[in-house]
């Protein structure tokens, strides 16, 4: 299962980063997640509530999404447009030698946290 | 509370791992691939083959990523070569750590070649650094020349490219050609070897460049 796969990183990272940071409780997560990247954000939000209850830091933690909108460039005209309404083909000029631009990312973007001072 | 920005991508601690992983590889000396393709595109019956064909000049091992059972490494075993199974219980890739798991499970004294059979999918393994140095995929013929314009991200991150099952290209309607056009516009370095374990054509290709990679990373400081 995919989601579940990335939720156990973003677990990890952040308990990581909570040891360094001397974090004792995260509020929420911010996650900038491009619109291509094959993510189901609805079904991560519901890994995430299931996974987080096993790390203390995490436990009370909001899951935040932000979609970040997928964009296609195209080498023939020098144009871009949106990727999922037009896929691989350029909607301008009909090439095919286009490629992503933006889209396919998935980020952390900040959390709110609580420190031991 | 306050705000932490971080702007870190999600696979930042799978990176590190990864990283980690392949400095362990090159003090044991050991070249890792990670094989990657849709379930039954002929994985192990590829593996069985090149085990059988350079086995004896270079010591292959093979991790078998599968959500469940034990079939896949039996039929390694059954050639001689060190084999272990993992078992991810349901996720759908391999990630860094589970890899260095199973790789020091079986042990790496006396192998030269390890590769980590992946779960049979084209997408999620394309996104995961496993700590392989190289990353190969196989594509059969029966799947169709039409995947590389569906997973373009699998086609990207490869090192190599096997077509397999060329045996079969006369009852199906797959265009070679339009494959490597498709395939050389998303990676222009890429390697392609289209072979067929089942009669042998287009083997000693992928077997001569086996050979070659891991002579590079075991001799290479």
């Given at each position: 299962m995919h989601e579940l796969g990335i939720v156990t990183h973003v677990a990890k990272t952040l308990d990581e980063l909570a040891a360094e940071q001397k974090i004792t409780k995260i509020g929420s997560v911010t996650l900038q997640v491009g619109e291509v990247s094959g993510i189901m954000t609805e079904y991560f939000v519901d890994c995430w509530n299931y996974f987080k209850v096993r790390h203390p830091v995490l436990q009370e933690a909001e899951m935040k999404i932000e979609t970040l909108p997928a964009v296609t460039y195209c080498e023939d005209c020098s144009k871009t447009y949106p990727t999922v309404q037009y896929g691989i083909k350029c909607p301008y000029c009909g090439s095919e030698r286009t490629y992503l631009v933006t889209g396919n990312e998935c980020l952390i973007k900040e959390i709110e946290a609580e420190t031991e001072e | 509370m306050k705000v932490i920005e971080l702007h870190k991508s999600v696979t930042e601690s799978n990176d590190r791992d990864a990283d980690a992983l392949r400095a362990l590889l090159k003090e044991k000396k050991v070249f890792?691939?990670?094989?990657?393709?849709?379930?039954?595109?002929?994985?192990?019956?590829?593996?069985?083959?090149?085990?059988?064909?350079?086995?004896?000049?270079?010591?292959?091992?093979?991790?078998?990523?599968?959500?469940?059972?034990?079939?896949?490494?039996?039929?390694?075993?059954?050639?001689?070569?060190?084999?272990?199974?993992?078992?991810?219980?349901?996720?759908?890739?391999?990630?860094?750590?589970?890899?260095?798991?199973?790789?020091?499970?079986?042990?790496?004294?006396?192998?030269?070649?390890?590769?980590?059979?992946?779960?049979?999918?084209?997408?999620?393994?394309?996104?995961?650094?496993?700590?392989?140095?190289?990353?190969?995929?196989?594509?059969?013929?029966?799947?169709?020349?039409?995947?590389?314009?569906?997973?373009?991200?699998?086609?990207?991150?490869?090192?190599?490219?096997?077509?397999?099952?060329?045996?079969?290209?006369?009852?199906?309607?797959?265009?070679?050609?339009?494959?490597?056009?498709?395939?050389?516009?998303?990676?222009?370095?890429?390697?392609?070897?289209?072979?067929?374990?089942?009669?042998?054509?287009?083997?000693?290709?992928?077997?001569?460049?086996?050979?070659?990679?891991?002579?590079?990373?075991?001799?290479?400081?």
């Open positions: - | 890792l691939i990670n094989l990657m393709s849709s379930a039954g595109s002929g994985k192990t019956t590829l593996l069985s083959r090149t085990i059988q064909d350079i086995g004896k000049d270079v010591r292959i091992a093979v991790l078998e990523a599968d959500i469940d059972a034990q079939v896949d490494a039996e039929r390694i075993e059954a050639l001689g070569a060190r084999s272990i199974q993992v078992h991810t219980d349901g996720m759908c890739h391999m990630d860094a750590g589970m890899t260095r798991t199973g790789l020091l499970e079986m042990g790496l004294e006396d192998i030269d070649l390890a590769f980590l059979e992946n779960i049979g999918n084209l997408i999620c393994p394309a996104e995961y650094d496993t700590g392989a140095v190289k990353k190969v995929m196989i594509l059969s013929v029966p799947e169709g020349d039409d995947k590389p314009l569906k997973y373009p991200l699998m086609f990207q991150e490869s090192d190599a490219l096997v077509v397999s099952k060329i045996d079969a290209m006369p009852w199906f309607d797959f265009d070679m050609n339009k494959l490597k056009e498709r395939v050389y516009r998303l990676n222009p370095a890429i390697r392609i070897f289209p072979v067929s374990a089942k009669t042998g054509e287009g083997m000693q290709d992928w077997e001569n460049w086996l050979k070659e990679e891991t002579k590079t990373w075991i001799e290479e400081e």
